[in-house]
């Protein structure tokens, strides 16, 4: 089986910064698209952050030019790093892949912003 893990969440005041990993384990050969996902509580998830196995990039409008996503493919793991955090910003963030047709789901981890 594959499992992805998500780290790098906590409390943080607005305008400070987190890192986001998504460590990807398992039977893993190779892996296509991985995105970043959030929930607000009371909200629907949305997509954040994806990029490809090339390494283009794609953001939701709110977070462009805060956030970047990254991956390392020699660690099979993926990042987030986001700067200038909004209290807006705050819910669980789900790492998200796709691997040979398959799509998996982390966990989740949370992120508070406080104001």
């Known amino acids: 089986q594959v499992q992805l893990v998500e780290s790098g969440g906590g409390l943080v005041q607005a305008g400070g910064s987190l890192r986001l990993s998504c460590a990807a384990s398992?039977?893993?050969?190779?892996?296509?698209?991985m995105d970043w996902y959030r929930q607000a509580p009371g909200k629907q998830r949305e997509l954040v952050a994806t990029?490809?196995?090339?390494?283009?990039?794609n953001y939701l409008y709110s977070v462009k030019g805060r956030f970047t996503i990254s991956r390392d493919n020699a660690k099979n793991t993926m990042y987030l790093q986001m700067n200038s955090l909004k209290p807006e910003d705050t819910g669980v963030y789900y790492c998200?892949?796709?691997?040979?047709?398959?799509?998996?789901w982390g966990q989740g981890t949370q992120v508070t912003v406080s104001s």
């Open positions: 398992g039977n893993i050969f190779s892996i296509n698209a």
């Open positions: 990029i490809t196995s090339g390494g283009s990039t």
């Open positions: 998200h892949a796709l691997m040979r047709g398959t799509y998996y």
